[in-house]
Every structure is written in C-alpha cells, then in structure tokens.
C-alpha cells in the first residue's frame, strides 16, 4: 500500500483560499506552528491539573477526558480563540461554535489503536427522541447520539497537538475524500481506493478534519506521548428541539 507522509507546512504562510479548497476536497488539513511553547505549557499543565472525576482517565498521567469544554476553562478559552478559528470561519459562519472537545494521549501505559471510522456522534443536553437520530447512550452523564450524516458533513473538527506526532508514535491516518460520502459501508473499497495520508504534524500544529473522513491510528511505537486536544465545531441549531451539550462561540462562554 502506498502510504504518502504530506510535507511540513511550517515555513510558509497560512492561505486561507488554500486551506478552503483541500479541507472541501480532502476532508482534512495539516498545519503547523500555531500555538507556541508557552501556550501548549500552559494548556498541559491545566489538564494535568484536572481533578478525578467519571470524564478524566488516569493512569500515571491523565490520557482522556471527555467534556473538556465544562471542565476546563483553558480549553474552552482555546475554543474561541482566534488561532483556532482561523480553521473554523473559513469554513463554516462566523458564529459558528464549539460544541464539544475531548483530550488523548498516547502514552506507555496508555496506548491504544482504532480501526478506520467515521466520527459518528454529537453530545446533546437532553435525550428527545427524533427521527434521524439514533444509538442513544451517556457518557460521563452527557447524551450522545449518532445524528443524520449530512449534519456531521457540516461540522469540523479541529485537534490541537500539544506534542509532535511523528510516524513512530500512533499518528492520525486519514482516507482523503471519504467525507463527501455519507456513512461508508464499505471499508475495503476505500482502502482500495484512496491511499491513506499519515498525518504527521509538529508540536503546536493543528489537523482540521471533517468528523466523516475516514480515520485510523496505530499504537505509538514510541515512549513519547502524544497529547491532543479535539475541539468540534458546528454552525447550526439541532432540529426537533434537540440543543448541543456546549456551545462556545467568539463572544460566548460555556454552557
Ligand atoms: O488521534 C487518533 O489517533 C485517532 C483519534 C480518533 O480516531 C478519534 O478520535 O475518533
């Protein structure tokens, strides 16, 4: 299989009509050199700091946890910064909102892999069954449910690295184009396909990715971590009186 690792993108100028045309194209986009040393410090130590609680796991290190906009105001603040949303508006309007993040590490003692996927869920304030959306299960006392495909094909989501990942520690793989078509049945047919892109992106950089692009990652070879924090975006209401758990816009605060 041919595998393409996209050049570093760290010297030249973010080109927003660039990044528009293969985010739309593509389904994802590599960028690097966006928050500096200081800022992914300060973001670690403030998950670092996060108490026990059902959405933080622990083992040595903190390597997930899930309803970041809630709990940790640093990252709700890194939601609606203009770093950020420079991968958002372009995209989607210019009140478009966070509507969920999430953190993970790959660590020693904490590794993990996936098998190629689709995001496929949103996390709501309150269960209201409705048509179109399906699997209803709570996490960490918040409701997620998979919603129609088309509503996800208008979301993106922005993963900020706060350490480089290279292709010996678990990086993000991705199947280029495969957002533009709904829910993928067939797995092998997009192997098949479309040639994975390993994206390897430095320490401060941000993978854009529409949540329906085909996605993997392999467990870290390395004794690295690799830490990221996944902030989604959307840009509409839910229908059938169904609200987004979150909702941090430019001038909004959390909930
Ligand atoms: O960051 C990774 O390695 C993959 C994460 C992922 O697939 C996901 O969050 O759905």
Same mark, same amino acid.
């Given at each position: 299989?041919?595998?393409?690792?996209?050049?570093?993108?760290?010297?030249?100028?973010f080109?927003?009509?660039?990044?528009?045309?293969?985010?739309?194209?593509?389904?994802?986009?590599?960028?690097?050199?966006?928050?500096?040393?200081?800022?992914?410090?300060?973001?670690?130590?403030?998950?670092?700091?996060?108490?026990?609680?059902?959405?933080?796991?622990?083992? %040595?290190?903190?390597?997930?946890?899930?309803? +970041?906009? !809630?709990?940790? =105001?640093?990252?709700?603040? *890194?939601?609606a910064? $203009?770093?950020?949303r420079?991968f958002?508006?372009?995209?989607?309007?210019?009140?478009?909102?966070?509507?969920?993040a999430?953190?993970?590490?790959?660590?020693?003692?904490?590794?993990?892999?996936?098998?190629?996927?689709?995001?496929?869920?949103?996390?709501?304030?309150?269960?209201?069954?409705?048509?179109?959306?399906?699997?209803?299960?709570?996490?960490?006392?918040?409701?997620?449910?998979q919603?129609?495909?088309?509503?996800?094909? %208008?979301?993106?989501?922005?993963?900020?690295? +706060?350490d !480089?990942?290279? =292709?010996?520690?678990?990086? *993000?793989r991705?199947? $280029?184009?495969?957002?533009?078509?709904?829910?993928?049945?067939?797995?092998?047919?997009?192997?098949?396909?479309?040639?994975?892109?390993?994206?390897?992106?430095?320490?401060?950089?941000?993978?854009?990715?529409?949540?329906?692009?085909?996605?993997?990652?392999?467990?870290?070879?390395?004794?690295?971590?690799?830490?990221?924090?996944?902030?989604?975006?959307?840009?509409?209401?839910?229908?059938?009186?169904?609200?987004?758990?979150?909702?941090?816009?430019?001038?909004?605060?959390?909930?």
């Amino acid at each position: 299989m041919r595998v393409i690792v996209p050049r570093s993108e760290a010297v030249a100028r973010f080109d927003e009509h660039e990044y528009v045309t293969q985010f739309q194209r593509e389904g994802y986009y590599i960028w690097n050199g966006v928050l500096d040393d200081d800022r992914i410090a300060h973001l670690g130590e403030e998950i670092d700091r996060l108490p026990q609680g059902e959405e933080v796991r622990r083992k %040595r290190n903190v390597y997930g946890v899930r309803n +970041l906009l !809630e709990i940790c =105001p640093a990252v709700a603040a *890194l939601a609606a910064d $203009p770093a950020v949303r420079q991968f958002v508006t372009p995209i989607l309007k210019h009140d478009a909102f966070a509507v969920r993040a999430i953190f993970f590490d790959k660590a020693p003692g904490a590794n993990w892999s996936l098998f190629w996927h689709q995001d496929n869920v949103i996390s709501v304030r309150e269960r209201i069954d409705a048509p179109g959306f399906v699997g209803w299960s709570k996490k960490a006392e918040v409701w997620q449910v998979q919603p129609p495909a088309e509503l996800l094909s %208008r979301m993106i989501a922005i993963r900020v690295h +706060l350490d !480089e990942s290279g =292709p010996h520690n678990g990086p *993000l793989r991705v199947r $280029p184009g495969s957002h533009r078509c709904g829910w993928i049945d067939d797995i092998d047919e997009w192997k098949a396909q479309a040639p994975e892109i390993v994206c390897t992106v430095g320490r401060g950089g941000v993978v854009a990715m529409c949540p329906l692009t085909l996605h993997a990652s392999s467990a870290s070879e390395s004794d690295s971590h690799r830490r990221v924090i996944h902030i989604e975006f959307a840009d509409e209401e839910l229908p059938f009186g169904l609200a987004w758990n979150n909702r941090i816009g430019p001038t909004t605060s959390a909930r």
